[in-house]
């Protein structure tokens, strides 16, 4: 079991990853993607102490690099769910689970909210994950709604489980080659059922399922971490960066504005420390 569990590759979770490494913490760091998309397409940053007019892309190889020169290893994955049991957490990640004291979000601001009826369905029909359910799902009629073409090995394996798939790439140049593979290019416009999810509803019409596939790189911290207090979008956290569950910390854009590096990397410093009392307390 680790100390610490990080998520987010942004500059709060690069930030709690080198300050748990300093603090000789056991951690997993655990990202969707090895840097953060907000820190590589920063045309010219002005805000950075230390770095006058560093480019978004200097930045986040500074970021990577930092962390590769202290010998700090990212698990490339995104994590779809964090359950609290028997006095430790448990983070799901695909195929993976990973057991820690204490989890720091460092998840940054959804751009997307979630479809109508994605949460009402979600684990009633409705997935994040390929490799977790996509089994459940064997010569059935499925959708799945991809947001990066970086998923499409994800769908591409639910194509060679499902009966049919209908997909919904929300990204240029989706090159999937599956037979049974039906692209679509339209935007779902909400998900209906009743116990389970039955139908995915678009604006010209809807299509029967038996089952939906999401696969996005982030996922909103209510759906992540059940129970954790949301305002206003953000994760409420004190100065300490401390949650409404003990032991669940949360840094960057995702605790609110100001929305900058800055306030990223620092919460996520914050974070650390605070794991680090809070584990100190449960010995
Ligand atoms: C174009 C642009 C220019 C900007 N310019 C500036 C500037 O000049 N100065 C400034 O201070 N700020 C600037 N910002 C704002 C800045 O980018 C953000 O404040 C900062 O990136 C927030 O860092 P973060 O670590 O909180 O989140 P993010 O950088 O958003 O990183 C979060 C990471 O977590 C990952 N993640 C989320 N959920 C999961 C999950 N479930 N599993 C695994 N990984 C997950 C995401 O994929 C993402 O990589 C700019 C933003 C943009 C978009």
Redesign the pocket.
Known sequence: MYDIAI???????VSAAINAKILNQSYIW????PT????E??EL????PGLPNVT?EQLAWAFLHHAESMGIEMTN????GVYETGGKFTLLAGDRDFDAKTVIL????EASKPLEGEEEFLGRGISYCATCDGMLYRGKNIAVVCTDKRFEHEIEYLCSIAGTCCVFPLYRGCEIKPQNAKIILKAPVKFEGDTRVKRVVLKDGALDVDGVFILK???SPAT?VHGLRVEEGHIAADRKCATNIPGIFA????TGRP????K?AGEGNVAVHSAVEYIANLK
């Open positions: 998520i987010g590759g942004g500059p709060a979770g655990l990202a969707s993607r953060s998309k907000k820190v397409r920063a940053i002005k805000n950075y978004g994955a995104v994590v779809t460092c998840l940054g601001v790189p982030a996922i992540l840094a960057g854009d995702c929305y900058q590096y800055v990223a």
